[in-house]
């Protein structure tokens, strides 16, 4: 086939899909689809933590609490946070989405999902689980459903179907309580993976009905239909346009280097990155909440019941508390939000550690690690986003976000080596009490320093940003 019958053929395609854009259901499916593949992600997201202590049992044949135990935990943690490496692959696959259209890695992603978790549940060493786990880490982060949104819905709903459909896939976690409640037998560890059927189906099924209920954005579409419908002449000076703007965004743009140079040599964004630091640090105990659950369960300190209710509670008002701070950040500014969503994700933890070392309400335990997670990714986002955003001119601003994302990797990586180096030494049964008396101070001496360090940006104008 010639280049000009594909182009025709690809016409043909793109026109097709932009009559059915048109179709007066089309967008309240598309949200339906785009909703359940955010579920998707986030059941993805969540499902190997959920039964993380069952995992380790059944995978190393030790009991919970046991030095063997502590050490298989700790082991298992550092190899498999080394998976999270690939990130540094994600903005290069991202991009191709640039290239080929939205569409194919919706797809892509949702299925690639389902296969990850496959891959967990049919290991049966701890080498195959490993590949299970690189490949969910790999195609879990993407959000080519956030990306469909907001190239479809109309801009004043934007934002609006953003925080929606966000707020039901946290609150849809509430089902991984509810599967483990009804298919975990703590007397036979691998019934772990019954836990995995159902989200594994929903990826399958949803990744394939995404295939003849999605077409592409009308973004991407009217944009290479334009590309298409012209001449070669057209072509090549729309290319040399382009080029002529890649060149321009490059003398204007900074590297890495000098981006984390900007950041450095500013009071504002130099305080930011230590709160990004700080605070990246301090996010370490919502990769443990199952095991200081289970450590709880262990010591008498809640049952079976209260076990399950918090399990099946806390995604709820995550989802809830999660929508309220995007609200709050709008109408009270950036740093007296910061204190709220701090004060939440720092209160929040406290009762949950209680909680998991002496008795209390599994309803309050739920309810305060969901406000508790609710606030501590709230304010990650504003400091990484939009903060550093209201503090950076215009020209660099969007080499210094991502540097400052970096920052909060590193921050994120810290808190993985720790948190399984204290699994060794410290014990299981432990963790409660070493992982919330290290993050509290944390939490605190971030909150200090933006109190008193960063400056208030709400009311900053974008295209004119006065650096300290």
């Known amino acids: 086939m010639s280049k000009k019958d594909k182009e025709q053929k690809e016409i043909a395609r793109l026109e097709k899909a932009s009559a059915f854009h048109q179709h007066k259901n089309y967008f309240l499916i598309l949200i339906i689809v785009l909703s359940i593949v955010y579920i998707v992600d986030e059941l993805a997201s969540s499902v190997r933590g959920v039964v993380e202590t069952e995992t380790i049992r059944d995978l190393y044949n030790t009991d919970f609490g046991t030095p063997e135990y502590n050490n ?3 082991t298992l943690g550092l190899v498999t946070t080394a998976a999270y490496l690939i990130y540094l692959v994600s903005p290069f696959y991202k991009s191709l989405a640039d290239r080929f259209g939205r569409r ?25 689980y490993i590949l299970g786990t690189v490949i969910m880490t790999f195609f879990t982060p993407n959000d080519m459903q956030v990306i469909y949104i907001m190239e479809c819905a109309p801009k004043q709903h934007r934002a609006k179907l953003c925080s929606i459909t966000k707020g039901l896939a946290l609150i849809s976690v509430s089902l991984l ?30 990744g394939l009905a995404a295939i003849y209920f999605v077409k592409e954005t009308p973004v991407y579409t009217e944009k290479r ?39 450095f040599t500013h009071k504002q964004t130099r305080a930011i990155a230590i709160v990004a630091l700080i605070m990246a640090f301090s996010t370490g ?6 095991p200081m659950m289970q450590a709880g369960l262990a010591q008498g300190a809640m049952n079976e019941a209260g076990y399950h209710i918090i399990l099946m509670f806390y995604p709820v008002i995550n989802g809830i508390f999660t929508m309220l701070g995007g609200f709050l ?43 508790s997670i609710a606030g501590l990714w709230s304010i990650s986002d504003m400091i990484y986003f939009v903060i550093t955003s209201e503090s950076t001119p215009t020209e660099i601003r969007a080499s210094v976000v991502g540097s400052m994302q970096l920052v909060g990797m590193v921050g994120t990586g810290l808190n993985m080596v720790y948190n399984n180096v204290v699994t060794m030494i410290a014990g299981s049964l432990n963790l409660p009490f070493v992982l919330t008396v290290a993050y509290l101070p944390l939490m605190a001496v971030s909150l200090a320093i933006m109190m008193l360090m960063v400056k208030e940006t709400k009311d900053v104008d974008l295209d004119n940003v006065q650096v300290d």
Do not use: H
């Open 285 to 290: 105990y919502t990769g443990k909440y199952q």
């Open 72 to 74: 298989a935990s700790g």
């Open 104 to 128: 194919i890695f919706l797809i892509i992603n949702t299925i690639g999902m389902g296969v990850g978790m496959l891959v967990c549940i049919i290991s049966r060493s701890i080498p195959l």
């Open 225 to 263: 239909l334009q590309y298409l419908r012209s001449t070669e002449e057209e072509r090549a000076a729309a290319a040399e346009a382009e080029k002529l703007a890649q060149e321009k965004e490059k003398q204007n743009s900074i590297s890495v280097g000098g981006a984390f140079k900007y950041i």
């Open 329 to 371: 950040t709008d109408s009270l500014g950036r740093k007296k939000s910061a204190l709220i969503l701090g004060l939440w994700a720092a209160v929040g933890l406290a009762i949950f550690a209680y909680g998991c070392i002496y008795p209390l309400n599994p309803w309050l335990i739920g309810f305060a690690y969901g406000v």
């Open 177 to 206: 309580g509810l599967f483990v409640k009804l298919f975990v037998n703590d007397a036979i560890p691998s019934t772990w993976r019954n836990v995995f059927i159902i989200p594994i189906i929903l990826a399958f099924v949803i």
